[in-house]
């Protein structure tokens, strides 16, 4: 049997387990680990500047492409702590990423030694699993562990601590016999799927929710499929934006508080019936339940048997994978279809791109300093479908959602719960690095762009090519916008004078000298007219420096994005609504007066 240090046996086991690239920082208690990575090649390292930016880099990773698992490697004590807000957003949004931590000696735990700490405890609620490995024997069936609950059931992280006496220990394992544990996911049957279908076949206006367990079971071809046999409009969650292309004449748009559009909200609050799929019913998609489910019949397909009634009971539950279940949606409508049983939804989906054509926000302002709509106008033209949006949250992203088009699966990337500021910049890395040949844009707020500007010199160090807009308006803009129900502005100014950079008046950081000292390229604009050719020499940069490539736009102070405080039929749209043609000229549908 071959003999190896536990170190070695855990990158072997990566390997076999299709690991490719890992994210992370060395340090001593995790330098057995990195000599053995060396050692066996096989798995690209990206060094990170933080460590919870090397988590997000490993979510972004894991979200660009189906099957990808992203790991990120840290040493003891704060480096684990530092994971623990990549873990949270990780499991909230049912991502599988893979943190590696160092630890001190197993003979040192519990005597408070130098970073020291218990970081299995602290990581468990945020976990599938998160265990400290006391003996280097048992080295291999943690982590083998590790990925069959990663990959079963609904997907998530873990985390494996390795205490540095474990690392070295020398161990028998022979990776040419390891294999992979089969991965369990629940199915449903068929007679659950004609229950199913015999709810739908008797609504008059049903709809089909589709959440990010889409993406999860890589079914967004069989979800497209169902939904063109029945002729159901879908409604994609924020999470599972793409899963349906936006000028496909059967996406009705997303609904919500406020990532939502408002023909979205205006079909769904016509209909009677929702056949949700891989979605878990968050409240700012569905805003006050009495409001979201009156009048309607409700049935939930989740691979989570726990997450079928835990916002409410819907009519009818099916715990399953969402691509087993879809194939048997499939199966049956086409059975029906044959038998020319299905109901002709002609007219209702005919209904749906109607109000898609006539309740359109206005984008197209001139204003100077600009107001956000216009950056998202400009966007439409210059970045097409093959385009891969990446943000986290705030007024940046809302805005984003209520404008910008997603055409393909996985080409939004957006961690939908936990929404950490300073999310965007390391997702976007590890997003470009999972799948260099797609372009990347990233967008954020001023704020969030600042929370971990200092990943962009990983994009500088190792040549990972973005495009990332940056809209300024000195504020933390959606913090400021819920402060108006307690009537104060305070504590969300983040204007001041810049000594070195006085021509930027009260907007404060000066990003464009900052990116550019982190080794980027960067392009400032004030006027609305000089967003599309910023944005197309952008791309130019990006392609030949091989370096992330920051747009800022500087916008007027205040805006108020069009959302909802409790109830999905009264969302409050602070800005003018579009009139003509000319008001939304890249909306999906061109406006009908």
């Not at 340090?27 to 000599?35: K, S, T």
């Not at 006496?165 to 990776?175: R, W």
């Not at 479908?385 to 939004?412: C, D, F, N």
Request: with cysteine; charged share 20%; glycine share 8%.
């Amino acid at each position: 049997m071959p003999r190896m240090t536990a170190a070695r046996a855990a990158v072997e086991i990566l390997k076999r387990e299709g690991v490719t690239n890992a994210f992370g920082v060395p340090g001593a208690a995790i330098n057995p680990f990195y000599a053995a990575l060396r050692a066996a090649g096989g798995v690209h390292h990206t060094l990170a500047r933080h460590v919870e930016g090397a988590s997000h880099m490993a979510e972004g990773y894991t979200r660009a492409r189906p099957g990808n698992i992203g790991v990120c490697i840290g040493t003891s004590g704060p480096a684990g702590t530092d994971m623990i807000t990549g873990l949270y957003s990780a499991i909230a949004d049912s991502i599988p990423i893979l943190c590696i931590t160092g630890q001190a000696p197993v003979a040192r735990l519990h005597k408070e030694d130098f970073q020291a700490v218990d970081i299995a405890s602290i990581a468990r609620p945020v976990t599938k699993a998160a265990t400290t490995v006391l003996e280097a024997g048992q080295v291999p069936g943690v982590l083998q562990q590790a990925f069959h609950l990663m990959r079963s059931g609904r997907p998530g992280p873990v985390l494996v601590d390795l205490p540095i006496d474990v690392q070295l220990t020398e161990i028998d394992f022979d990776p040419e016999t390891y294999e992979p544990l089969p991965v369990y996911k629940p199915s449903a049957t068929r007679a659950q799927i004609d229950r199913a279908i015999a709810l739908l076949q008797g609504s008059e206006r049903p709809l089909i929710v589709a959440g990010g367990g889409i993406f999860n079971a890589d079914a967004a071809d069989l979800l497209v499929e169902f939904a063109e046999l029945t002729g159901v409009p879908v409604v994609p969650t924020l999470m599972g934006w793409g899963v349906i292309p936006d000028d496909h004449p059967l996406n009705a748009g997303m609904v919500g508080l406020q990532t939502s559009h408002r023909y979205g909200n205006a079909t769904f609050l016509e209909s009677d019936f929702v056949l949700g799929i891989g979605n878990r019913w968050a409240n700012r998609h569905t805003g006050s339940l009495d409001v979201y489910t009156a009048g309607r019949t409700f049935v939930h397909v989740d691979i989570e048997p726990t997450q079928i009634g835990r916002i409410f009971a819907p009519d009818y539950g099916i715990a399953s994978d969402a691509k087993a279940a879809l194939q048997l949606f499939v199966d049956a409508a086409r059975e029906l279809d044959a038998a020319g049983a299905l109901r002709d939804r002609t007219a209702w989906a005919g209904s749906a791109q109607e109000r898609k054509a006539t309740l359109l926000r206005r984008t197209h302002f001139d204003d100077v300093p600009m107001k956000p709509q216009r950056v998202y106008e400009e966007m439409n033209k210059a970045f097409g479908p093959e385009t891969r949006y990446v943000t986290t949250i705030g007024l940046s992203q809302i805005a984003g959602a209520q404008m910008l088009h997603v055409y393909k699966p996985r080409h939004w990337i957006n961690c939908g719960q936990a929404g950490p500021l300073g999310w965007t910049i390391p997702a976007a890395l590890g997003a470009a690095t999972a799948d260099p040949e797609t372009p990347v844009v990233a967008l954020s707020g001023d704020y969030d762009f600042q929370f971990m500007i200092e990943e962009l010199a990983v994009g500088a160090q190792h040549r990972i090519p973005y495009v990332h807009v940056l809209v300024n308006n000195a504020y933390l803009g959606l913090i400021r916008q819920a402060q108006r129900n307690f009537d104060i502005d305070f504590q969300v100014k983040l204007e001041f004078e810049n000594q070195n950079s006085p021509e930027l008046g009260v907007y404060g950081v000066d990003h464009v000298k900052v990116a550019e000292g982190l080794g980027c390229r960067a392009i400032r604009v004030t006027e609305p007219d000089q967003l599309l050719p910023a944005f197309e020499e952008a791309k130019k940069l990006a392609a030949e420096h091989r370096v992330p490539v920051v747009v800022e736009a500087i916008l007027e102070r205040v805006t108020n994005i069009a959302m909802a405080g409790a109830d999905i039929d009264k969302v409050v749209e602070f800005e003018d609504l579009a009139t003509e043609p000319g008001h939304a000229p890249t909306s999906i549908r061109t406006l009908a007066v």
